[in-house]
């Protein structure tokens, strides 16, 4: 069973337009949520993370929305940009130590 | 930073054959975890150390593989008779210590077993 799910294999936007990824969890014990950005041939990068005391945490053009109520988080890209263009991967852990569980991924394509 | 390194980068070999990777964590991580990720998946856990303490390990870690982290510094990830369902991306990751240090992940290596 998935414990982190992204149900939109992809997205596409153009460029200076607002990018929103989603992804919906199901463990209550989640307490740390991560978002990171994946190029071909690269290992996944850190993009930007919350934890369960916090409903907004923001990076520059990049924002997580966490719903613990609806357990959904949601990133934020604005303006995107073609440089933006990546699988971007959800992940979640049940504390300190324990695991990071990743959703599928969902391909952004920013066009120009 | 020179950040987590994995090598080899790619690796084929034939079906029954061992094979042996390994990662160098970023210096002062104590923290390494191996992932798998396959096409169209995200990464999955495979195992996880502190220090040289292997902590946790999946379910998907069947006896075949074996990971090990002397001293507490790189790490190795060995396959013993490899399947053809091993074939896949392996990802070393490292982290801090303090709670909620996000993981830095490295390139991979690709496995490609015929």
């Known amino acids: 069973d998935q414990q982190v799910k992204q149900n939109s294999p992809s997205l596409s936007v153009q460029e200076g337009r607002i990018s929103i990824l989603n992804c919906d969890y199901t463990?209550?014990?989640?307490?740390?949520f991560l978002w990171y950005k994946k190029y071909p041939a690269e290992g996944p990068t850190f993009l930007i993370s919350?934890?369960?005391?916090?409903d907004k945490n923001e990076d520059g053009r990049f924002t997580v929305f966490l719903n613990k109520s609806a357990k959904h988080l949601s990133l934020h890209i604005v303006p995107s940009q073609p440089g933006d263009s990546a699988v971007y991967f959800c992940?979640?852990?049940?504390?300190?130590?324990?695991?990071?569980?990743f959703g599928k991924g969902t391909t952004l394509s920013v066009s120009s | 930073d020179t950040g987590v390194s994995q090598d080899p980068r790619h690796k084929i070999t034939k079906r029954g054959q061992n094979v042996t990777f390994r990662c160098d964590p970023i210096?002062?991580?104590?923290?390494l975890y191996w992932y798998r990720q396959t096409l169209g998946q995200g990464p999955e856990f495979l195992t996880y150390?502190?220090?040289?303490?292997?902590?946790?390990k999946s379910r998907l870690l069947s006896d075949r593989f074996s990971a090990e982290r002397p001293k507490g510094s790189f790490s190795t990830l060995e396959i013993q008779r490899t399947e053809q369902g091993d074939s896949a991306m392996y990802l070393c990751?490292?982290?801090?210590?303090?709670?909620?240090?996000?993981?830095?992940f490295g390139n991979g290596t690709r496995l490609t077993v015929t």
């Open positions: 919350i934890s369960s005391i916090k």
């Open positions: 210096s002062e991580h104590n923290r």
């Open positions: 150390f502190q220090n040289e303490a292997q902590l946790e």
């Open positions: 463990n209550s014990m989640f307490d740390y």
């Open positions: 990751a490292s982290s801090l210590d303090p709670e909620n240090s996000p993981l830095h």
């Open positions: 992940a979640a852990s049940a504390g300190a130590g324990t695991a990071l569980i």
